[in-house]
């Protein structure tokens, strides 16, 4: 099983509804480690070059504004297989699909704010770490308890 980093963002609004701590539990208590964390306010031009790939699409401008309309909390998270398993517990993208026990399932009631962003491949998650960390912002540390994670 490879090892991998993703990017995630909890989107605008999540800190008024209170549920950054339970997301960031969800994250941690799967077991995957977060290296890489801070509170930020995204710039409309920093949005574009993230969510570059859906310029054009219907929901792009509604989404651009919402993304830089307050704080959000980018984060780096890492682990065996950490994309696709950051992507199960992020759940769909649909707020009406995402199952239950997922985070939009149990929290999105609303397509556009569906409260995380998690890379969807390799390729995305260097972009996008890219975009929102230097390496001095990306702590790697040892886990000692790696061998009790079954
Ligand atoms: P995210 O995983 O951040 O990737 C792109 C984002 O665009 C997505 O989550 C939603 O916030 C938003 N999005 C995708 N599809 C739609 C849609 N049909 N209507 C509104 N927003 C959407």
């Known amino acids: 099983m490879a090892k991998q ?10 800190l008024q509804r209170r549920l950054v701590g339970e997301i960031i539990t969800r994250i941690e208590r799967k077991g995957l480690r977060i290296e890489a964390m801070k509170l930020i306010q995204i710039s409309r031009e920093l949005c574009e070059r993230q ?11 509604g989404l651009v504004e919402y993304i830089s ?6 984060m780096m998270a890492s682990g065996e297989e950490a994309i696709p398993m950051m992507r199960k517990l992020a759940g769909a993208t649909n707020a009406a699909d995402a199952e239950p ?7 999105a009631a ?3 704010k569906n409260l ?3 890379s969807d491949s390799p390729e995305s998650a260097e972009r996008e770490l890219g975009l929102f960390f230097t ?6 540390w040892v886990d ?7």
């Open 101 to 107: 026990g997922t985070i939009r399932g149990d929290f």
């Open 135 to 140: 390496h001095e912002e990306i702590h790697s």
């Open 116 to 118: 995380v962003h998690a």
């Open 51 to 61: 969510y570059a790939e859906h310029k054009g699409k219907p929901f792009y401008e």
């Open 69 to 74: 309309s307050g704080p959000a909390i980018a």
């Open 5 to 14: 980093q993703t990017f995630v963002m909890i989107k605008p609004g999540v």
């Open 144 to 150: 000692g308890n790696e061998d009790c994670l079954v």
């Open 110 to 112: 609303i397509t556009q």
